[in-house]
């Protein structure tokens, strides 16, 4: 009887099943990060090129295959792909925080444009009242900011050199001012006095400080005294030389800095 030869086994070497597990596993993982992700066309492309030169498997695969790398050096790999998948983080992170950043400036926007809306239109109103009184129109400067509408009256109009007290022929025009403010200041109402930097001596006013806060209190008392304005809505305080509006080394600009200062503030303000 003739000697039977063994039969030949045919298939892939053994270690083709360890490879192949691994790369089930892999898949495995991809597919459920992915899935927990939010990934668009231009991060998975990000995310290829990253893969493909730290495993070669995407580009030139059966290389890292021949070589043995992928299986050999899996710790250092693992070790890339998680530093990769924290900077993923770090960039969705980063993209979250300044789309909020952007959400914010856009609400910050929208309110400034609305308070400077509000001003204006309190602005043309008052100046629809004063345009009734010519003398009024040429002694009180009008101006306003998102917060506020500013009626501004020079202190010559308004007090003599030195002193605090309203002077007779001034009086229309607090009168007229008062009138728009009890007719559109329905908030907050502030009245600063300013001075040049010129020294005050002597009399009951010691320096600027004080006469400036002192003339800003006599134009409150007169208009406690002539309107119906609530005293509880009105602040008065004293700024001194400190708050200059034209240069001081000139006898005009020391004028223009000797003023009171009028605000009504809008309905759209947080002050109001």
């Known amino acids: ?125 008052i100046l629809e009242m004063m345009n009734e009184d010519p003398a009024v129109m040429q002694t009180v400067e009008l101006n306003y900011t998102s917060q506020y509408v500013q009626l501004t009256v020079q202190g010559a109009i308004l007090f003599d050199s030195g002193q605090v007290a309203v002077k007779q022929e001034a009086v229309p025009i607090l009168n007229k001012v008062g009138q728009i403010l009890e007719t559109y200041a329905g908030g907050t109402i502030e009245i600063e006095g300013h001075t040049d930097n010129a020294p005050h001596g002597g009399g009951k006013y010691a320096n600027n400080d004080e006469l400036s806060a002192g003339r800003a209190l006599s134009i409150f008392n007169y208009f406690m005294e002539n309107t119906t304005l609530d005293p509880a809505k009105i602040k008065n305080s004293g700024r001194g030389e400190w708050s200059p509006i034209a240069d001081n080394a000139t006898p005009e600009g020391r004028a223009r800095n000797r003023r009171v200062e009028i605000r009504i503030y809008n309905p759209m303000s947080p002050s109001y």
């Open 1 to 125: 009887m003739a000697k039977q030869e063994p039969p030949i086994i045919m298939g892939a070497p053994a270690w083709t099943a360890t490879f192949g597990d691994l790369m089930n596993l892999l898949l495995c993982f991809f597919v459920l990060l992915f899935s927990m992700s939010s990934v668009d066309a231009a991060k998975f492309e990000a995310i290829a090129a990253s893969f493909s030169s730290a495993f070669g498997i995407f580009a030139g695969g059966e290389m890292a295959f021949g070589q043995g790398a992928l299986v050999g050096d899996g710790a250092t790999q693992l070790n890339a792909l998680s530093t990769m998948v924290q900077s993923m983080g770090t960039m969705q992170d980063a993209e979250v925080e300044a789309e909020q950043e952007k959400e914010a400036s856009d609400i910050q926007k929208a309110a400034l444009e609305e308070q400077m809306e509000a001003s204006e239109e309190l602005a043309e109103k």
